[in-house]
């Protein structure tokens, strides 16, 4: 990361781990290479896949005008029966809309397994969050998120809007679902 | 020489990473395949040191891939690691039932890639 500090996100780069750096060059370069809309949600889903570990995935569209957020993709789960507002809380929401990542790092209970753990993270564009991706549930194998998880967040709250959703970005999602107060 | 490793994955995100692990992190060469008809067919053409594969692939999935060279004599002796987003220990035993020689699980953690590796090919 180029940036000293970021403070929406909650982490200093950690520029002394030359692992992580290689996976976030792998996903700048994976994001930047998407042929078209098909390819970068192809993309989004191997990175969250292969680099955090999740294989329940969501991302949800902000509809400025009407001040709604539809369901725009999922893997993995159904989000058309997910109450993202339940699961954010208002104070969730207004902080991600704001363009802070909300993230339950999943804590140990008292027989050592990990609480479940959850992030969502603005897409954002021109300073606007423009959609919201859920990473709903860990891979068993992976405990809880870490700070390198932090810094990829980051990447794609700032990377991903342009290959996901190009010139499009400002317009109205396609299909108008029951959406939900922003 | 460099020994050379056949990374085998339709996602082109962890082939990027792979690939970037072993080119700046190793001295090992890197050939790739995207499915594991593809990956049969290279190991028998590029004759690797190591193979390293995914298991879930379109046309044909890790497992298949791995028995299949298993089979032939030009590939029956080259180790096999598998990579996978599943964990189960039915799972990994059916990975090893395959003939795989060992197996790690994704998110890959590169350190612990490139020591598995080196467990195998040296430094």
Known sequence: MKSDKNDAFGVKPSATDPMNDLRLAAARERLAESRDQEDAIDGLREIVANFLGSEEIGLFRVDRSTSTFQVFWSFGIDLEKYDLLRALGDVGLQRVMRGECHVELGARDSLGAMAKAQAFVPIRLTGQTIAILAILRLLPQKLAFDKSDMELFKLLSDEAAQPLFGLSAYSKPAAEGSGMSV | ?123
Request: hydrophobic share 35%; net charge negative; aromatic share 4%.
């Open chain 2, 1 to 123: 020489m460099s020994k050379k490793i056949l990374v085998v994955d339709d996602s082109k995100t962890a082939l990027m990473m792979e690939r970037e692990i072993l080119e700046k992190r190793t001295t090992y060469q890197c050939v790739t395949a995207s499915d594991g008809q593809e990956a049969v067919e290279k190991a028998q053409q590029e004759r690797p040191d190591l193979i390293l594969m995914d298991v879930v692939m379109p046309r044909m999935n890790g497992f298949e891939a791995c028995k299949m060279m298993r089979q032939q004599s030009s590939t029956r002796e080259i180790p096999i690691v598998l990579v996978t987003t599943r964990g189960e220990e039915s799972y990994m035993e059916a990975g090893f039932q395959s003939g795989c020689n060992d197996y790690i699980t994704k998110p890959v953690n590169g350190a612990e890639l490139v020591a598995l590796l080196q467990s195998y090919l040296g430094e």
